[in-house]
């Protein structure tokens, strides 16, 4: 059974970078794509990118100026970092795996982490 | 693109047929999904490609709709379908999901 679970800080100042880390285990990062999608509280869901085995990238043109995301394949792990963060970005931040329908790109999300709350305060 | 679900709010009885909408505001296909979400757990994928029931969904769940009108029907309602579903589209970059609609026990 593939899991995914988010890593890193839950605090961060504003102006600051956001990175998480999600460590896949149970299954192997190729050949799939993977993303983030984050929710801020109260609302509701928003992709913010993905990244692909072969490590290609695509990004929300809402965030791209502001978003990477960078794969590991030996450790089994992929990462956000999300730059100049303000009051907008506390969120719940979810990395999940793509169904894999696609002939290219993202599709569905069947198994997700279980997401952490990363909040933008000083 | 814009997603928009309705009702917001849909208050039914266990056993009772829900029907939720999800419209496009341009034509996605029929590359449109459903997730489910219940507090303190993460989204389940319930429909991916307008019809589709992903592996393990009761067939209670079904999925209708193409171009810009889909709907997610609960045939009888059990005690742990009340959640807030989501509408899901691949078919425009980049992926977007609906407001959603939150089933509530009447």
């Known amino acids: 059974q593939v899991q995914l679970q988010e890593s890193g800080p839950g605090l961060v100042k504003p102006s600051e970078t956001l990175s998480l880390t999600c460590t896949v285990s149970?299954?192997?990062?190729?050949?799939?794509?993977w993303s983030w999608i984050r929710q801020p509280p109260g609302k509701g869901l928003e992709y913010i990118g993905y990244?692909?085995?072969?490590?290609?990238?695509n990004y929300n043109p809402s965030l791209k100026s502001r978003v990477t995301i960078s794969v590991d394949m030996s450790k089994n792990q992929f990462s956000l970092r999300l730059t100049s963060v303000t009051a907008a970005d506390t969120a719940v931040y979810y990395c999940?795996?793509?169904?894999?329908?696609?002939?290219?790109?993202?599709?569905?999300?069947?198994?997700w982490g279980q997401g952490t709350l990363v909040t933008v305060s000083s | 693109i814009v997603l928009t679900q309705s009702p917001a709010i849909l208050s039914l009885s266990p056993g009772e047929r829900a029907t939720l909408s999800c419209r496009a505001s341009?034509?996605?296909?029929?590359?449109l999904g459903w997730y489910q979400h219940k507090p303190g757990q993460t989204p389940r994928l319930l429909i991916y490609?307008?019809?589709n029931r992903a592996t393990g969904i009761p067939a209670r769940f079904s999925g209708s709709g193409s171009g810009r009108d889909f709907t997610l029907t609960i045939s009888g309602l059990e005690p742990e379908d009340f959640a807030v579903y989501y509408c899901?589209?691949?078919?425009?970059?980049?992926?977007?999901f609906g407001g959603g609609t939150k089933v509530e026990i009447k």
């Open positions: 999940v795996r793509d169904l894999g329908i696609a002939l290219a790109g993202p599709s569905f999300f069947d198994y």
């Open positions: 149970g299954g192997s990062i190729s050949p799939y794509y």
């Open positions: 990244i692909s085995y072969t490590g290609s990238t």
């Open positions: 341009q034509n996605v296909s029929n590359y």
């Open positions: 490609d307008a019809s």
């Open positions: 899901q589209q691949r078919g425009i970059w980049p992926p977007l």
